[in-house]
């Protein structure tokens, strides 16, 4: 089968509109979703559940979301961890003062609450950009981080200031704690992700998209269209931090099963989301599952894949050899494909277009 | 442009003042950029401004949008008296503006930087844009059509899915007017938009002017150098030196000006 749109002319606005308005990339999407909702869960192991596929999908919600603010609206930031932070003690304390309301809800509601957190910080991204904002939030992240160690209250007393999470079910089966079993967790985390990106792709391709990618490429010329560059710009901070919070919860509650949350939710998570979006591409939601998927399925390829194939590597070397990729991969993008993974992507669909003729 | 969206609530006829400025005064620090200037739009002209380099042009310009603050004077548009504009404010008010360096939303397509011109007038909520079904996707579709009729207007349909970035500067020029004139402006502020343009890309940038002044009845202040095509354009030219205004009549008076031709040939004051 060709890759191309001939003789797909569209007659209509909303077709020429669509998010995929080539056949082969709908049919594309529709292999992909049925890979993931039937394919894996049936031959993956469950290792490959626990620690693959669903850090890989939190990971992917936690870069589109600081994708929304970096990449869609050009605002840089390194609390992208403790926004994740703030979703993650949202909802535990939700969950155990509404303990009858299902978990999921709480999940989702959890956004909420790193929203509101990211719009208060993002008020300086007003009059400050750049280096001076990405500073501003650094401050961010330590503010909050402190937070989750000194205030007791967030990790309900416990003596060991961990997340301690129990069972939940969703229609009797657990989907969290001890007895949810990875198939479980996979599906909840799956269907998460693939609603908040559906809605993700909608809002970037309307209104609120150009606005913000207005604001990002010249903002003298967006206030001038009327583009309130507060509004936007705390828009983007909100989303941008819903998502991170909705990551974040489902970090601890899906994948990480309870523990010490201020570790996971430190500079480097900050850090580690920022190197996804910029390999997976400034701009795109899909680079951000490229992104995503590289950065922490890169890991276990190193530490688990090669040995199995007969190449010693002890988990020190794989560590150190992975900061060395990611280092030389960052500043290869940086300073060459800015657009990332996702770019060569689009490169590569382009020439498939042409093949297999070259003009 | 739809005629009927197009002809909205002016309750002005042509050749009010649709725009005044009294007794502007601008200065950064030591720096005078303008100095006392007065002079008004009337409703349906081509209002040019001109002067040497660094008269204070572009600072006008940027006065009337509401990016500087003169420190004197007042602006009066459509009957309402300001100190100072605001940048939302003049938006919403229907005064659009295109720069002098081209200050377009580079990563963005020719379609969405056009689109993006029509934000003022999309008000599906913050709900429906969640889902682009209903509403949010009706209302797409209905801007969709008032910005294919500027492209074809502007005949850059070729370009449509270009990110403007990569199109050459004439075309860019082009794109930013379109996106201009998305926003359905009363007044509409051109500062220089032929400057580095060749012959022909003059030749339909003015046809472009014209077109826009008389099909819509848009007023235009229009900033240029190429002093011939001002001299074919415009209905009334303000002429601006070291900040203040020398002269201010039709075409033809301002040519005649001992003091314009002073000015542009540099005789020392
Ligand atoms: N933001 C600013 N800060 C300081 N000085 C400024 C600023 N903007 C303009 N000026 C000064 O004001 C004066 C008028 O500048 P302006 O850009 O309005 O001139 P112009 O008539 O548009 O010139 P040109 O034909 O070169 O575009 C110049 O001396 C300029 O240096
Ligand atoms: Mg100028």
Same mark, same amino acid.
């Given at each position: 089968?060709?890759?191309?749109?001939?003789?797909?002319?569209?007659?209509?606005?909303?077709?020429?509109?669509?998010?995929?308005?080539?056949?082969?990339?709908?049919?594309?999407?529709?292999?992909?979703?049925?890979?993931?909702? *039937?394919? #894996?869960?049936?031959?993956?192991?469950? @290792?490959?559940?626990?620690? !693959?596929? $669903?850090? %890989?999908?939190?990971? =992917? /919600?936690?870069?589109?979301?600081?994708?929304?603010?970096?990449?869609?609206?050009?605002?840089?930031?390194?609390?992208?961890?403790?926004?994740?932070?703030?979703?993650?003690?949202?909802?535990?304390?939700?969950?155990?003062?509404?303990?009858?309301?299902? *978990?999921? #809800?709480?999940?989702?509601?959890?956004? @909420?609450?790193?929203?509101? !957190?990211? $719009?208060? %910080?993002?008020?300086? =991204? /007003?009059?400050?950009?750049?280096?001076?904002?990405?500073?501003?939030?650094?401050?961010?992240?330590?503010?909050?981080?402190?937070?989750?160690?000194?205030?007791?209250?967030?990790?309900?007393?416990?003596?060991?200031?961990?997340?301690?999470?129990?069972?939940?079910?969703?229609?009797?089966?657990?989907?969290?704690?001890p007895?949810?079993?990875p198939?479980?967790?996979?599906?909840?985390?799956?269907?998460?992700?693939?609603?908040?990106?559906?809605?993700?792709?909608?809002?970037?391709?309307?209104?609120?998209?150009?606005?913000?990618?207005?604001?990002?490429?010249?903002?003298?010329?967006?206030?001038?269209?009327?583009?309130?560059?507060?509004?936007?710009?705390?828009?983007?901070?909100?989303?941008?931090?819903?998502?991170?919070?909705?990551?974040?919860?489902?970090?601890?509650?899906?994948?990480?099963?309870g523990?010490?949350?201020?570790?996971?939710?430190n500079?480097?998570?900050?850090?580690?989301?920022?190197?996804?979006?910029?390999?997976?591409?400034?701009?795109?939601?899909?680079?951000?599952?490229?992104?995503?998927?590289?950065?922490?399925?890169?890991?276990?390829?190193?530490?688990f894949?090669?040995?199995?194939?007969?190449?010693?590597?002890?988990?020190?070397?794989?560590?150190?050899?992975?900061?060395?990729?990611?280092?030389?991969?960052?500043?290869?993008?940086?300073?060459?494909?800015?657009?990332?993974?996702?770019r060569?992507?689009?490169?590569?669909?382009?020439?498939?277009?042409?093949?297999?003729?070259?003009? | 442009?739809?005629?009927?969206?197009?002809?909205?609530?002016?309750?002005?006829?042509?050749?009010?003042?649709?725009?005044?400025?009294?007794?502007?005064?601008?200065?950064?620090?030591?720096?005078?950029?303008?100095?006392?200037?007065?002079?008004?739009?009337?409703?349906?002209e081509?209002?040019?401004i001109?002067?040497?380099?660094?008269?204070?042009?572009?600072?006008?310009?940027?006065?009337?949008?509401?990016?500087?603050?003169?420190?004197?004077?007042?602006?009066?548009?459509?009957?309402?008296?300001?100190?100072?504009?605001?940048?939302?404010?003049?938006?919403?008010?229907?005064?659009?503006?295109?720069?002098?360096?081209?200050?377009?939303?580079?990563?963005?397509?020719?379609?969405?930087?056009?689109?993006?011109?029509?934000?003022?007038?999309?008000?599906?909520?913050?709900?429906?844009?969640?889902?682009?079904?209903?509403?949010?996707?009706?209302?797409?579709?209905?801007?969709?059509?008032?910005?294919?009729?500027?492209?074809?207007?502007?005949?850059?349909?070729a370009?449509?899915?270009?990110?403007?970035?990569?199109?050459?500067?004439?075309?860019?020029?082009?794109?930013?007017?379109?996106?201009?004139?998305?926003?359905?402006?009363?007044?509409?502020?051109?500062?220089?938009?032929?400057?580095?343009?060749?012959?022909?890309?003059?030749?339909?940038?003015?046809?472009?002017?014209i077109?826009?002044?008389?099909?819509?009845?848009?007023?235009?202040?229009?900033?240029?150098?190429d002093?011939?095509?001002?001299?074919?354009?415009?209905?009334?030219?303000?002429?601006?030196?070291?900040?203040?205004?020398?002269?201010?009549?039709?075409?033809?008076?301002?040519?005649?000006?001992?003091?314009?031709?002073?000015?542009?040939?540099?005789v020392?004051?």
């Amino acid at each position: 089968m060709f890759y191309r749109e001939a003789g797909q002319f569209k007659t209509t606005y909303p077709s020429d509109m669509a998010v995929f308005p080539i056949a082969q990339d709908r049919i594309g999407l529709g292999l992909i979703l049925a890979a993931a909702f *039937i394919l #894996i869960p049936l031959f993956a192991s469950d @290792f490959i559940l626990s620690s !693959v596929m $669903i850090p %890989f999908l939190v990971f =992917s /919600l936690a870069a589109i979301g600081l994708n929304i603010l970096t990449g869609y609206t050009g605002l840089i930031s390194l609390g992208t961890g403790a926004f994740m932070g703030v979703g993650a003690y949202a909802c535990y304390k939700l969950m155990t003062i509404f303990p009858g309301v299902n *978990i999921i #809800i709480w999940i989702i509601s959890a956004g @909420f609450f790193s929203a509101l !957190v990211g $719009i208060i %910080f993002g008020i300086p =991204s /007003l009059r400050i950009k750049g280096f001076y904002l990405a500073v501003a939030t650094l401050a961010a992240q330590f503010f909050l981080q402190w937070c989750f160690v000194r205030i007791p209250w967030l990790y309900n007393y416990n003596a060991s200031g961990a997340i301690e999470v129990g069972t939940r079910t969703l229609f009797g089966i657990p989907i969290v704690g001890p007895n949810a079993t990875p198939e479980a967790r996979y599906y909840v985390m799956l269907c998460i992700v693939v609603a908040l990106t559906w809605i993700a792709s909608n809002i970037v391709h309307g209104k609120i998209g150009r606005s913000w990618m207005a604001v990002r490429d010249m903002d003298i010329a967006a206030e001038l269209m009327g583009i309130k560059l507060l509004d936007t710009k705390l828009l983007a901070f909100a989303v941008s931090s819903f998502y991170a919070g909705v990551a974040g919860a489902c970090m601890m509650f899906l994948w990480y099963g309870g523990g010490e949350a201020s570790d996971a939710f430190n500079i480097n998570q900050s850090f580690l989301i920022l190197f996804m979006v910029i390999i997976g591409g400034l701009g795109s939601l899909i680079g951000s599952f490229f992104g995503a998927a590289f950065i922490s399925i890169l890991p276990t390829v190193l530490k688990f894949g090669l040995p199995a194939i007969g190449i010693p590597l002890s988990g020190a070397t794989a560590e150190h050899l992975i900061h060395i990729l990611v280092g030389a991969l960052i500043i290869f993008f940086l300073i060459v494909e800015p657009h990332g993974l996702a770019r060569l992507w689009q490169i590569g669909k382009q020439k498939l277009r042409m093949w297999p003729f070259p003009y | 442009m739809d005629a009927s969206v197009q002809t909205k609530t002016h309750n002005l006829a042509k050749g009010d003042t649709l725009l005044a400025v009294d007794n502007v005064s601008l200065s950064f620090g030591g720096v005078k950029a303008i100095t006392d200037v007065s002079f008004d739009i009337k409703k349906g002209e081509i209002r040019a401004i001109i002067g040497p380099n660094g008269a204070g042009k572009t600072s006008m310009l940027n006065v009337i949008n509401g990016f500087y603050h003169p420190q004197q004077g007042r602006i009066t548009f459509k009957g309402e008296t300001r100190q100072k504009m605001r940048p939302y404010v003049a938006a919403s008010q229907g005064i659009a503006r295109t720069f002098q360096n081209v200050a377009l939303f580079k990563g963005m397509t020719t379609l969405d930087n056009i689109m993006a011109g029509r934000t003022l007038k999309m008000n599906t909520g913050f709900f429906w844009q969640l889902w682009r079904h209903g509403p949010a996707m009706r209302e797409e579709v209905e801007h969709r059509h008032i910005v294919e009729e500027i492209i074809d207007f502007l005949e850059i349909q070729a370009i449509r899915k270009t990110p403007v970035g990569k199109l050459p500067y004439g075309l860019q020029k082009r794109v930013e007017l379109g996106r201009a004139l998305a926003m359905e402006p009363e007044l509409l502020l051109l500062d220089e938009p032929m400057a580095g343009m060749n012959l022909e890309e003059k030749e339909d940038m003015s046809r472009f002017i014209i077109d826009v002044n008389t099909q819509y009845g848009t007023t235009i202040a229009l900033i240029e150098h190429d002093i011939s095509v001002v001299m074919d354009l415009s209905d009334r030219v303000v002429v601006l030196e070291y900040g203040r205004k020398i002269a201010d009549g039709t075409p033809n008076q301002v040519k005649n000006d001992q003091t314009v031709i002073d000015a542009y040939l540099g005789v020392p004051h």
